[in-house]
């Protein structure tokens, strides 16, 4: 008989086999018990045929990664503890001194900031270009460019580029692109299979998911994610990501396995109710532009519905809006302060609707040709009755506009 304290550690109860539920089990570890020393020498994590520790993977971070591929289409994954996270664990395992990677002017801000102080202190050049212009993206590959990375749509401003263009673009020099998917969240488009029945496959060679936003869907939870169709290139990815000890923790795993089954639904919610928030706004003489990719006149828009054709579920549930240039930056602040249903917050994808108000102009290279001038918000839409949303946006325009 051992003692009390040791028979609740090496507790020799396990329960029945076959236990099912709607929602699969939640493994913790930090450290993975072997069988024996020659299994603790051999044991391979790297194809996911076994365990090795924690941070090297779970039955839970397996489960969650190949739902992930299924969802974009993908046949590795890596799972990060951000969406900023997998986009620091591309440069890092793909970037060396001396390489250049190219950006996109609207690309998601923290993006732009790696490549401008940690980068570049490493001796890795960058480039901003111009999204709406493949020639300017051709024209600005050079032998030092190694990555390229492309969004769609673009972060705050929601133009959207031709994809399909930017990828061949790329693929015809050789470069290697990776698209930061969070917009369309494998949702909108195929980001490994852009034209559908055309053969050889047309697809960026890495999808980066903030599943901060719809595979959370709760606005509670940090997680990113690297999926690739390449061996070898996710081998890269996943040793950087094993030597930097980038892990994720099982509740939140749990928390995104838990979301991930209603994601389809949710996404289309917010795509209808957006729709019809940045068909309204458009009526509305206090707002000189709405940024939407299903608006006719949106920048983009006909790259837009050739790239994501279905009605329903195509386009997010992000718009922005651009105020006359005439109404003071004190006027929209108060437009902000007065949102009751509208909360003031960063990110997306949860059922509570927000709103951010952005300097365009610290944040590009220009102001875009194809933007009015004037103070940008950008609306993050939840899962609220769109009348509701639509009555908050009124009332407030009326307070700071009257
Ligand atoms: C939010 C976001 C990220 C970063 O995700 P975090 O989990 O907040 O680090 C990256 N790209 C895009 C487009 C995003 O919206």
Same mark, same amino acid.
């Given at each position: 008989?051992?003692?009390?304290?040791?028979?609740? =550690?090496?507790?020799? %109860?396990? &329960?029945?086999?076959?236990? !099912? !539920?709607?929602?699969?089990?939640?493994?913790?570890?930090?450290?993975?018990?072997?069988?024996?020393? !020659?299994?603790?020498?051999?044991?391979?994590?790297?194809?996911?045929?076994?365990?090795?520790?924690?941070?090297?993977?779970?039955?839970?971070?397996?489960?969650?990664?190949?739902?992930?591929?299924?969802?974009?289409?993908?046949?590795?994954? #890596?799972?990060? $503890?951000?969406?900023?996270?997998?986009?620091?664990?591309? +440069?890092?395992?793909?970037?060396?001194?001396?390489?250049? #990677?190219?950006?996109?002017?609207?690309?998601?801000?923290?993006?732009?900031?790696?490549?401008?102080?940690?980068?570049?202190?490493?001796? =890795?050049?960058?480039?901003?270009?111009?999204?709406?212009?493949?020639?300017?993206?051709?024209?600005?590959?050079?032998?030092?460019?190694?990555? *390229?990375?492309?969004?769609? +749509?673009?972060?705050?401003?929601?133009?959207? &580029?031709?994809?399909?263009?930017?990828?061949?673009?790329?693929?015809?020099?050789?470069?290697?692109?990776?698209?930061?998917?969070?917009?369309?969240?494998?949702?909108?488009?195929?980001?490994?299979?852009?034209?559908?029945?055309?053969?050889?496959?047309?697809? #960026?060679?890495?999808? #980066?998911?903030?599943?901060?936003?719809?595979?959370?869907?709760?606005?509670?939870?940090?997680?990113?994610?690297? =999926?690739?169709?390449? &061996?070898?290139?996710? /081998?890269?990815?996943?040793?950087?990501?094993? @030597? /930097?000890?980038?892990? *994720?923790?099982?509740?939140?795993?749990?928390? *995104?396995?838990?979301?991930? &089954?209603?994601?389809?639904?949710?996404?289309?919610?917010?795509?209808?109710?957006?729709?019809?928030?940045?068909?309204?706004?458009?009526?509305?003489?206090?707002?000189?532009?709405?940024?939407? $990719? +299903?608006?006719?006149?949106?920048?983009?828009?006909?790259?837009?519905?050739?790239?994501?054709?279905?009605?329903?579920?195509?386009?997010?549930?992000?718009?922005?809006?651009?105020?006359?240039?005439?109404?003071?930056?004190?006027?929209?602040?108060?437009?902000?302060? !007065?949102?009751?249903?509208?909360?003031?917050?960063?990110?997306?994808?949860?059922?509570?609707?927000?709103?951010?108000? %952005?300097?365009?102009?610290?944040? @590009?290279?220009?102001?875009?040709?194809?933007?009015?001038?004037?103070?940008?918000?950008?609306?993050?839409?939840?899962?609220?009755?769109?009348?509701?949303?639509? +009555?908050?946006?009124?009332?407030?325009?009326?307070?700071?506009?009257?």
């Amino acid at each position: 008989m051992v003692d009390l304290t040791t028979a609740l =550690i090496h507790h020799p %109860y396990a &329960p029945p086999e076959g236990f !099912a !539920a709607p929602q699969p089990g939640i493994f913790k570890a930090s450290t993975v018990i072997f069988p024996n020393v !020659a299994a603790m020498r051999n044991f391979e994590w790297k194809d996911k045929t076994a365990y090795t520790y924690g941070l090297h993977g779970t039955p839970s971070t397996y489960m969650l990664e190949e739902r992930l591929c299924t969802l974009e289409g993908g046949l590795q994954c #890596v799972l990060l $503890p951000s969406g900023l996270a997998a986009i620091a664990n591309v +440069a890092l395992a793909l970037l060396r001194t001396g390489d250049e #990677v190219l950006i996109p002017d609207n690309a998601y801000g923290p993006n732009k900031a790696l490549a401008e102080s940690e980068l570049k202190t490493w001796g =890795i050049t960058h480039r901003f270009y111009d999204p709406m212009n493949p020639q300017d993206l051709a024209a600005k590959i050079s032998h030092q460019t190694r990555l *390229v990375w492309l969004e769609a +749509a673009g972060s705050v401003t929601l133009e959207f &580029p031709d994809l399909c263009e930017l990828v061949r673009v790329c693929q015809a020099r050789g470069v290697l692109t990776a698209l930061d998917n969070t917009w369309g969240a494998g949702l909108a488009f195929a980001p490994f299979d852009l034209m559908p029945g055309v053969r050889p496959a047309l697809g #960026v060679g890495l999808s #980066v998911h903030a599943l901060t936003k719809y595979p959370s869907g709760g606005g509670d939870v940090l997680m990113g994610s690297v =999926i690739t169709r390449d &061996p070898s290139l996710h /081998m890269k990815i996943k040793l950087t990501h094993m @030597r /930097m000890g980038w892990g *994720v923790g099982a509740n939140d795993v749990e928390s *995104v396995l838990r979301s991930l &089954p209603s994601m389809a639904l949710r996404y289309r919610t917010h795509d209808e109710t957006t729709r019809e928030l940045a068909r309204w706004s458009q009526t509305r003489i206090e707002f000189a532009q709405v940024l939407h $990719p +299903a608006l006719p006149d949106s920048p983009g828009h006909a790259h837009w519905r050739a790239l994501c054709p279905s009605d329903a579920g195509g386009a997010a549930g992000l718009f922005s809006v651009i105020f006359q240039s005439y109404h003071r930056q004190d006027q929209v602040d108060a437009f902000c302060n !007065a949102l009751k249903l509208f909360k003031l917050g960063y990110s997306w994808g949860g059922p509570m609707s927000l709103v951010v108000p %952005y300097d365009l102009a610290t944040m @590009r290279s220009g102001w875009p040709a194809y933007l009015k001038q004037g103070t940008l918000l950008r609306f993050s839409v939840g899962l609220e009755a769109v009348t509701d949303l639509q +009555a908050d946006i009124e009332q407030s325009l009326k307070t700071a506009f009257n």
